[in-house]
């Protein structure tokens, strides 16, 4: 039997352990005779990947930035999302879209309506019943303190420039996600990432199943 494609994207402020949850829900699907795709924003395609190293490490404006990670979005949608989604596979990537709005809009304080313009106009895509919007069928939204996130961040290993920014980037970037969590509650799921990873784990399992995916 031909399983529909699933599309679970992995949200949160860095350091809120979301990278390290995204390999064990990969098993379980894989357990139960899935197909897993594991891909991550900005990258998962060559093109995308190049424009990442671009986005994490050299100096640009929000403008710039914003532009560059919708690219990059771009090519990820139709070389290696929009394909493996036909095949019935299930793609679990670490960040999508929601991340520009929490970490370009909110935390570099790009115009939102200018991101919403982008979204529409990369994310648009042709289905058998017309035209719709490229979203998650599930977005695993892993909410920390930001002042949790910043001592967890510390010291761990040569930070990116974004995972070296002050505590009130954070807190604009974690209000960012809330603004998002508020304008589609439907699609987001919650997560209490200030627990032991076991228990994490077990929240994101119960998110998942709860959608009638998992036994």
Same mark, same amino acid.
């Given at each position: 039997?031909?399983?529909?494609?699933?599309?679970?994207?992995?949200?949160?402020?860095?350091?809120?352990?979301?990278?390290?949850?995204?390999?064990?829900?990969?098993? *379980?699907?894989? @357990?139960? %005779?899935?197909?897993?795709?594991?891909? $991550?924003? +900005?990258?998962? !395609?060559?093109?995308? =990947?190049?424009?990442?190293?671009?986005?994490?490490?050299?100096?640009?404006?929000?403008?710039?930035?914003?532009?560059?990670?919708?690219?990059?979005?771009?090519?990820?949608?139709?070389?290696?999302?929009?394909?493996?989604?036909?095949?019935?596979?299930?793609?679990?990537?670490?960040?999508?879209?929601?991340?520009?709005?929490?970490?370009?809009?909110?935390?570099?304080?790009?115009?939102?309506?200018?991101?919403?313009?982008?979204?529409?106009? *990369?994310?648009? @895509?042709? %289905?058998?019943?017309?035209?719709?919007? $490229?979203? +998650?069928?599930? !977005?695993?939204?892993? =909410?920390?303190?930001?002042?949790?996130?910043?001592?967890?961040?510390?010291?761990?290993?040569?930070?990116?420039?974004?995972?070296?920014?002050?505590?009130?980037?954070?807190?604009?970037?974690?209000?960012?996600?809330?603004?998002?969590?508020?304008?589609?509650?439907?699609?987001?799921?919650?997560?209490?990432?200030?627990?032991?990873?076991?228990?994490?784990?077990?929240?994101?399992?119960?998110?998942?199943?709860?959608?009638?995916?998992?036994?």
């Amino acid at each position: 039997m031909k399983h529909t494609g699933l599309f679970i994207s992995f949200e949160g402020i860095d350091g809120a352990g979301k990278s390290s949850q995204i390999g064990a829900l990969a098993q *379980v699907f894989e @357990a139960q %005779g899935r197909v897993v795709t594991l891909t $991550r924003e +900005p990258g998962g !395609t060559p093109l995308a =990947e190049k424009i990442r190293a671009l986005v994490l490490n050299d100096a640009m404006d929000a403008m710039t930035e914003a532009l560059l990670v919708f690219a990059a979005r771009r090519d990820h949608l139709q070389q290696l999302i929009a394909p493996a989604l036909a095949r019935g596979e299930v793609v679990l990537s670490d960040r999508f879209t929601d991340a520009s709005f929490a970490y370009q809009g909110s935390g570099r304080g790009f115009d939102l309506d200018m991101l919403s313009y982008l979204e529409r106009m *990369v994310q648009t @895509a042709k %289905g058998l019943e017309g035209f719709f919007l $490229r979203q +998650p069928d599930l !977005t695993l939204w892993f =909410e920390l303190d930001p002042r949790v996130a910043v001592q967890r961040l510390a010291g761990v290993r040569l930070p990116d420039k974004f995972e070296s920014q002050p505590l009130d980037f954070f807190s604009r970037v974690s209000n960012g996600y809330l603004q998002r969590w508020q304008q589609q509650p439907q699609r987001f799921a919650r997560i209490d990432a200030d627990r032991l990873p076991e228990s994490v784990r077990q929240s994101v399992l119960q998110a998942v199943q709860q959608k009638g995916w998992l036994a």
